[in-house]
């Protein structure tokens, strides 16, 4: 797979060399990261959280300039 367009060291895609499977292990490792947020989350403000992910979530998915690291809710 060549060198992703966006700000990711090289080798960051790992060793998927088919799309596909790309995509599916970057959606099982979003899921996971967002139930961790929501059993911390002492109040939980579905309002508050479909702001982010319709916001800078997905600003910072489209920014090729953007840290690996995404923002925090």
């Known amino acids: 797979m060549p060198q992703s367009k966006f700000k990711r ?19 099982q490792h979003g899921v996971r990261v967002m139930l961790r947020h929501l059993e911390g989350e002492k109040h939980l ?3 508050r959280l479909t702001k982010w992910v319709n916001g800078d979530l997905t600003s910072w998915r489209h920014d ?9 809710p």
């Open 64 to 72: 090729t300039q953007a840290e690996p690291i995404p923002p925090a």
């Open 45 to 47: 403000d579905l309002e």
């Open 9 to 27: 060291p090289a080798g960051f895609e790992g060793i998927q060399s088919d799309p596909e499977e790309s995509y599916r292990a970057g959606y």
